[in-house]
């Protein structure tokens, strides 16, 4: 304490107090009672590091009154001490000295603001506290005042809001004179506990040092540290144990202006003794901030990671947090475990990026990792030949055989009380099972028999794999019957070693390539493999083996037992389906027209996939829903049964306790399932083992459909996996401002043509602008051709976090209403986009052109360019229109270039001699063998976002202007790189269709306009095409809408010098075809880029063939997606438009016209012309509604001579039908007979029983076989009713069908006597199938039972064949025509237009297509009909039209 005022404070610790002169615990107990006792101290120590000096009491000055309580210093001590006082002890205080100036007071405050002396603004510290660059960042301004000291920050802390007064003589640089809330305030400060001593030993200081590196140490009192939070006798003897926790909350208390650093408390201790406690990213950013040379291997000794007790076999796992630092700088590896088949001990790891083999050398370091397992690796030596290395991470949860049944033998171990698991898989190793963990019902230990029960076969799980443990703890599952033995556990074939996939791959006996899955039906798939004739046909879901639709797969043909099963498998298909042609035949009398009367069905290969090298499972989004089922009890089910909307992805387990009430609440499914029929939610594969039928997953979200345009789009998005969330502040950090100029140093190292007439032709609502055109005469009368493409690879730099966005998104999806976008906009509209008036980098393919359209010259470069004016193709075309003349409707666009002066009359010298020549290029791409597949797409015009009208899009001759040197741009520079980088260039392909598929497709128009359809090459199929067309339009425009059905899309592929057959692009008729056009929207072409870069720099490709068909892979994903949102954003905003129509017309439909395209049994296929729509009309959806009676089809005599015809048939050379439609059916109640609800069959309760049992007894029984049809319109889920036509055949047929010369013969009953025996065939089937809890059930004998009754359906159907039965059925069908005489008929041609009443109904997502019925004539229709612009709008100039974005391949 002090007297005189000149004097600081002492700091007098207890240590130095004499008790002869103070007694401490007299002080502590009662401080009132030394109020007025006065005392003498001498200053011991006074050093540099301490505001204070340190003092000791010497002695008690006699005279002093103890019981005087009136000495106010006491009293300030007392209050201080205690920490709840308002004012706490203030420790190392010096009045007479202050390290940061007093706050101003409000009102100089609120002045100097008012005077423009002190301005307001936010404090932005450098990198840490300690740094001298922080700065104050004034509001409203850009503005920068810098402050560079702490003194000047004065206790201003990052983030704080604060009143800066900059210093006189330099603007740029001031201090902080007031903060109004001070950001640390009631702030949780986490770090940790330091100490410090005095250099006499005498005094001891505490603080905490933050995690944050942006706030200061602070200061705690000893008196201000509960025991019960840290003991301070504990911590200061055993430092190791304090040395890395980091949770310490400390709370401050005040910072005054004399006290260098804050005063604090500490209030909480939330550390752990235990690694799982340890902030880890805490200790990772620490570490990364203090730059050390190997930051990992600190912080493997930070974390403790090696640190293992004696009782631990293998090592703990690495913090994920580690994992993923490790994996991001190359210190960690991810890969997956590769163990030999029958070996336990030779293991390896394969990285997944590289392919590169780390040989696991012993099991400690394989350290519980199984084949197959996802790891993580760190490499122990890479000097040797074959690098090594060690497993530090795997996430057991997705471990492969994580609750898998394995297949094994035991041995009793009753010392040990243990069961020991000898997996059959001897990569698997041995479990050790407790005897708790096996059920009495499985095994009795009592009477184990080694004899008997060690050589019997059972099934187990692995429960958990610990480090303490050497072998994994599981439980006994099961026993195996012997005769089941051999298939028990085989839903799907194990996959191939990488060994024997590289060996089978150089031999010849596998091949690689892309599998496509329907999303309508995931029974058959196709592989197409370059170098193959033919797609590989994998007809079933078993052979499928877990591959989805895009994934890299390795396929084997079939061969033996395999082939014949799965031939027989596609010929038991083929009855199936002849069945089901008979029913129908039964109904309507007539055998209908299928495309195999007409051309022989195409055979392929057959296969089956052994390896799944790059499969997107785990990767997607998955949209679907949970299908209520009455018969099951899910109050006690562990896990539901998620349906995918893509029919292609198979049903996945989603197990209750992994499912978040939050999104899918069980209880309210259970009770109110009705709500959930549409409720769809977002769920993810997360493991997918050859032991699980279906894969295992979880739900992510639920999607929220509203039955808005908005909702609806997000679903469209989710379902394609489309990311349209903002891009993160690392991506948008790599960008410059808007405001950036390109360098003039960059200038220099370009070919300079702004000074050229460069202009854009677009989209009239284009805003990512990234070409531009370019045509002068040159002085020898040839002309020098730009095509100038805008340089985004600038800015877009390999491997940075934009670039790594980019390869995801991989394009820019053009939805209705917006634009998803592959870049951030400041890109895509500003710095990349070829802005009229503004210099712009680009790639230029300057090519130079005699008049004839002969290509002389052409070569690449890099350019700086400034476009002059901004066209839309309509600004174009009405230069073309008006003989090369700028027309008046062009008047308000301004043209403008600051490094040269153009007028109008250059720009359109410029367009007629671009057109004259894209002319000439058209018809020699034409004359040469291109294709034309320019089919009619539809337009929207939008008002506010909301359709208001639509129409065909109709390409005109500006459009075609572009594209031809577009076209011309990239295959220039696909040859550019391909003699080059003949092995890793990216190109884009188009493969030839196949025969069979054009004639299955267009065979109907082949055969109506007596045309050959000639595909021996891409030139003669479009003169076929050109031959359709004069046919006149219909015909084209169908044909067009089949071409896109039947040909494969192109895609993006990696060159080959040994195959240069497989880069051929059939569409355009060229051998060398890439994307270089479109960067901005487009990923590929930035990887075209930045090879041509490389090039023009004479250096190697920046990717090598691997990389290269990563990105080919990654971009035909991205670009299938993107099509496919696109196409259902057009079809959603389509619905609505006419949804929103018929309520505002209060009609309930709309009257079109139509054209007939196709028949047959099943449907009738129509094309709506003015809606660019096709669709199918059920014609037994009609028939149960009771809206038709029967339906008449006549046909040509087919191509196989054994075909029957109609027994009353024409010999007509058209294929025409006759609707017989009931007597009560008038345009007055059509509708509400169609509305009218009929039994749905389609969903099956029994499917989800009895799949696994079909799909692990046979393999060419296939799940999918069983209920699905190869109609599009058939569901998949319709297992039941195919079930029953599969046991129609039960043999219990009566004996008066068979005796034909009875006249009492009833064939009505014998009929009805058949299906009474089918009827109780399939019951007595389904109940023994589905008695699952029936022990003695035999799912063989099932089997058996079920090939019996489809060879009774074949018996039948020769039966049924026979001449004789053949008159009985003729009897019957002439019977029921009698009945039909009445009922008015209509006839309908192929290609012949005809009325429909569309019904758009939003809610259900669909457009309904009903046939008119016939008094349609006979109403005026006028008003029913769809009328452009019926709906007012209120502000025409806000309405924007959305035009089709062209892609020019």
């Not at 028990?488 to 010849?508: A, H, I, P």
């Not at 594209?963 to 520079?973: D, R, S």
């Not at 037994?1180 to 009353?1208: H, M, R």
Request: charged share 30%; with cysteine; net charge negative.
């Amino acid at each position: 304490m002090k007297n005189d005022r000149d004097i600081p404070y002492f700091e007098i610790k207890f240590d130095n107090i004499d008790k002869k002169v103070l007694s401490i615990n007299n002080f502590r107990n009662n401080p009132n009672n030394f109020r007025n006792k006065r005392y003498k101290a001498k200053i011991l120590e006074w050093n540099s590091k301490f505001k204070n000096p340190l003092g000791l009491l010497t002695e008690c000055i006699k005279g002093n009154d103890d019981d005087d309580d009136s000495n106010r210093n006491g009293q300030k001590l007392k209050n201080k001490l205690s920490i709840d006082n308002e004012e706490p002890l203030k420790y190392s205080k010096s009045e007479s000295t202050t390290f940061y100036e007093t706050y101003l007071s409000i009102e100089k405050v609120k002045k100097g603001i008012e005077n423009n002396t002190l301005f307001k603004g936010k404090l932005i510290f450098g990198d840490d506290y300690k740094s001298d660059n922080s700065y104050v960042l004034l509001n409203n301004s850009e503005d920068k005042i810098y402050i560079k000291s702490d003194v000047f920050r004065n206790r201003g802390l990052d983030g704080d809001e604060v009143i800066v007064e900059p210093f006189r003589n330099d603007n740029k640089e001031g201090k902080i004179v007031y903060i109004e809330n001070p950001s640390y305030k009631d702030k949780k400060i986490y770090g940790k506990m330091l100490y410090e001593v005095e250099k006499s030993g005498s005094s001891l200081f505490f603080y905490l040092c933050p995690r944050d590196k942006k706030l200061p140490r602070i200061e705690i009192p000893r008196k201000l540290i509960p025991k019960e939070i840290l003991s301070i006798t504990d911590f200061l003897s055993n430092q190791n144990k304090y040395k890395y926790l980091y949770n310490f909350v400390s709370q401050i208390q005040h910072w005054n202006e004399d006290e260098k650093l804050p005063i604090g408390k500490l209030i909480e201790n939330n550390n752990s003794e235990d690694l799982e406690s340890i902030d880890v990213s805490k200790i990772i950013e620490e570490v990364i901030s203090r730059n050390y040379n190997d930051p990992f291997s600190i912080l493997k000794i930070k974390l403790r990671v090696n640190e293992n007790s004696n009782n631990d076999y293998f090592e703990k796992y690495y913090p994920i947090e580690l994992v993923k630092y490790g994996i991001k700088n190359g210190y960690l590896f991810e890969g997956k475990v590769e163990i030999l088949k029958n070996k336990n001990s030779d293991c390896s790891v394969i990285l997944n990026d590289t392919n590169e083999k780390i040989i696991i050398e012993n099991k400690k370091d394989r350290n519980r990792g199984m084949h197959g397992d996802r790891v993580v690796v760190e490499i122990i030596d890479s000097t040797s030949k074959d690098k090594t290395g060690k497993i530090v991470y795997l996430d057991f949860k997705t471990s492969v055989y994580n609750d898998m049944k394995i297949k094994g033998k035991i041995k009793y171990s009753p010392e040990r009380r243990i069961v020991l698991f000898y997996p059959d898989d001897k990569r698997i190793p041995l479990i050790d099972i407790p005897v708790s963990n096996i059920p009495r019902s499985v095994l009795t230990l009592n009477n184990y028999n080694e004899e008997t029960d060690g050589n019997s076969y059972y099934n187990a799980k692995i429960i958990k794999y610990e480090n303490q443990s050497w072998n994994p703890l599981g439980e006994l599952i099961e026993k195996i019957d012997k005769i089941k033995n051999d298939n028990c556990n085989d839903y799907y074939e194990k996959y191939f070693s990488e060994e024997e996939v590289e060996k089978g791959l150089n031999n010849k006996t596998l091949f690689e390539g892309l599998i496509r899955v329907s999303s309508k039906n995931g029974n058959n798939s196709y592989v197409t493999v370059v170098g193959l004739e033919k797609d590989i046909r994998i007809n079933s879901v078993k052979l499928r083996n877990r591959a989805l639709d895009n994934d890299i797969v390795i396929v084997k043909l079939l061969e033996g037992e395999e082939l014949k099963s799965s031939e027989s498998a596609i010929k038991q298909k083929k009855e199936e389906n002849k069945l089901k042609d008979k029913k129908m035949f039964e109904k309507f009398a007539t055998k209908g027209v299928k495309l195999t009367d007409y051309i022989e069905e195409e055979s392929y290969p057959l296969g089956k996939v052994v390896y799944v090298k790059k499969s997107k499972a785990k990767s997607i989004d998955i949209v679907g829903k949970f299908k209520f089922n009455s018969e099951r009890n899910y109050a006690n089910e562990e896990k539901f049964i998620f349906h995918p909307n893509d029919k292609g992805i198979p049903l996945i387990d989603i197990f209750a306790e992994d499912i978040d009430p939050q999104i899918f609440d069980i209880n309210d499914f259970i009770n109110n399932s009705e709500k959930y029929n549409d409720t769809l939610f977002i769920a993810r594969i997360t493991k997918w083992s050859e032991m699980r039928c279906y894969p295992k997953g979880k739900i992510v979200s639920k999607l929220t459909d509203e039955h808005t345009l908005e909702s609806r789009t997000n679903i469209i998005l989710k379902t394609y996996n489309i990311d349209d969330s903002y891009f993160n502040d690392l991506i948008t950090k790599e960008i410059p401002s808007g405001d950036w100029q390109i360098p003039e140093e960059e200038i220099k190292n370009r070919l300079d043509l702004r000074e050229e007439c460069i202009f854009t032709i677009d989209p009239a609502t284009a805003k990512d602008l990234d070409d531009a055109l370019s045509c002068k005469r040159l002085d020898d009368g040839n002309y020098e051709i730009g095509i100038h493409i805008a340089d985004v690879s600038y800015f877009v730099t390999p491997d940075s976090n934009m670039d790594s966005e980019a390869f995801k998104r991989g394009t820019s999806t053009y939805l209705v209403q917006k634009v998803i976008p592959m870049l951030p906009k400041v890109l895509c509209e500003n710095l990349c986009s070829l802005n009229a008036g503004t210099s712009r980098l680009a790639f230029s393919i300057i090519i130079k052109m005699d008049k004839d359209g002969h290509v002389l010259e052409s070569k690449a470069a890099k350019t700086v360019i400034c476009s002059c004016v901004k066209l839309a193709y309509d600004h174009a075309q009405r230069v073309i229109d008006n003989n090369g003349e700028w027309p008046k409707e062009n008047a308000d666009i301004e043209i403008k270039n600051p490094y040269h002066t153009y007028t109008s009359e250059d720009v359109c010298n410029t367009i007629n001699n671009l057109y004259r020549l894209s002319h000439i290029l058209k018809e020699e791409r034409y004359a040469n063998g291109a294709v034309s597949l320019d089919r009619k797409e539809l337009w929207l015009e939008l008002n506010e976002d909301l359709p208001i009208d639509c129409g065909i899009y109709e390409v005109q001759e500006a459009n075609s202007l572009v594209e031809e040197f577009m076209l011309l741009a990239n295959t220039t520079v696909a040859n550019i790189l391909y003699r080059k980088y003949s092995n890793e260039s990216l190109l884009r392909c188009h493969e030839a269709p196949s025969p069979e598929n054009v004639k299955r497709h267009l065979k109907l128009i082949e055969m109506t306009k007596k045309i050959v359809i000639d595909v021996s090459n891409s030139k003669a199929f479009h003169d076929s095409l050109l031959s359709i067309q004069r046919a006149g339009s219909i015909y084209s425009d169908v044909a067009l809408s089949r071409c896109v059905k039947f040909m494969k899309r192109a895609k993006y592929i990696c060159s080959s010098a040994d195959h240069p057959e497989s880069l051929f692009h059939y569409g355009l008729h060229i051998p060398f075809y890439t994307h270089f056009t479109s960067p901005i929207r487009r990923y590929p072409d930035i990887i075209v880029h930045r090879q041509l870069k490389a090039l023009l720099d004479e250096k190697p490709s920046p990717y090598d063939s691997k990389k290269i068909r990563e990105i080919a892979k990654q971009s035909n994903d991205t670009n299938t997606n993107s099509s496919k949102a696109q196409d259902d954003s057009y079809n959603l905003y389509l619905v609505y438009l006419l949804n929103e129509y018929v309520e505002k017309t209060q009609k309930d439909y709309i009257i079109e016209d139509a054209l007939v395209t196709g028949f047959d049994n099943y449907n009738i296929e129509c094309y709506i012309p003015k809606f660019a729509y096709e669709d199918k009309m059920s014609i037994n959806q009609l028939y149960e509604k009771g809206i038709i009676k029967s339906v008449e089809i006549f046909k040509p005599a087919t191509l196989n001579s054994n075909e029957e015809v109609n027994t009353d048939s024409k010999n007509t050379e058209e294929v025409s039908f006759n609707i017989f439609w009931n007597n009560d059916v008038n345009m007055d109640n059509i509708l509400k007979k169609f509305n009218t609800e009929v039994s749905d069959k389609s969903e099956d309760p029994h499917q989800e029983l009895y799949f696994e049992n079909i799909i692990k007894n046979n393999s060419s029984l296939d799940f999918f076989n069983i209920i699905e049809s190869d109609d599009e319109d058939f569901d998949s889920d319709d297992a039941l009713e195919k079930y029953v036509e599969a046991v129609e055949a039960a043999t219990a047929y009566d004996d008066e069908f068979n005796d034909v010369s009875d006249e009492d013969f009833d064939s009505d009953d014998a009929i009805e006597k058949y299906v009474e025996a089918v009827e109780a065939a399939a019951a007595a089937y389904d109940n023994e199938f589905n008695d699952g809890s029936d022990e003695d059930f035999d799912s063989d004998d099932a089997l058996e039972k079920y090939v019996e009754a489809v060879e009774a359906a074949a018996a039948y159907d020769n039966k049924f064949n026979d001449e004789n039965n053949r008159k009985i059925i003729t009897k019957k069908f002439d019977n029921n025509k009698e009945r039909l005489t009445d009922c008015p008929k209509q006839n309908f041609k192929i290609f012949s237009s005809f009325k429909v009443m569309i019904i758009p109904n939003f809610d259900k997502m669909k457009i309904n297509i009903l046939v008119a019925p016939p008094d349609v004539t006979e109403h005026d229709i006028s008003n029913e009909c769809y009328h452009s612009h019926l709906i007012t709008k209120e502000s025409e100039s806000d309405a924007i039209i959305y035009e089709v974005e062209g892609s020019f391949d």
